[in-house]
């Protein structure tokens, strides 16, 4: 059984089709997307609502969750850095999870055969 390793990129909003784009470019077929909101060292910013300053502190973001065992994380990892750097604050994080075990509902498979593609189960 191969390794699994879970990928979970916290990124700008506006940077998730080219996120997409280039794990589609790299081989990966499945990832989840969750609309999410963070501050980090940005500390996020003030605006003025209903006549009073706010500090809007917690700006929003996607998480992507991407779960790899036959596309190697080092690409995983080299793709998202180029698809979502500006250079700028707030251009996110990348966190790297070993995965313990996946199961596939449907069949009922386990481990890096769980998150495989049915059609490339040769492999």
């Known amino acids: 059984?191969?390794?699994?390793?879970?990928?979970?990129?916290?990124?700008?909003?506006?940077?998730?089709e080219e996120l997409k784009e280039a794990?589609?470019?790299?081989?990966v077929t499945g990832m989840t997307v969750t609309q999410v909101y963070?501050?980090?060292l940005s500390k996020g910013h003030k605006?003025?609502?209903?006549g009073k300053e706010v500090t809007v502190n917690l700006l929003p973001k996607v998480k992507i969750e991407i779960v790899v065992?036959?596309?190697p994380v080092e690409k995983v990892l080299d793709a998202a850095k180029k698809a979502c750097r500006t250079g700028n604050i707030g251009d996110g994080k990348i966190f790297v999870y070993s995965i313990a075990n996946a199961v596939r509902i449907r069949t009922g498979e386990e481990g890096?055969?769980?998150?495989?593609?049915?059609?490339?189960?040769t492999k």
């Open 1 to 16: 059984m191969r390794e699994i390793t879970k990928v979970e990129i916290i990124t700008r909003p506006e940077k998730l």
């Open 23 to 27: 794990m589609n470019a790299i081989g």
């Open 38 to 40: 963070g501050c980090g």
């Open 47 to 50: 605006e003025v609502y209903r």
């Open 69 to 71: 065992c036959e596309v």
């Open 112 to 121: 890096d055969i769980a998150i495989m593609d049915p059609k490339d189960t």
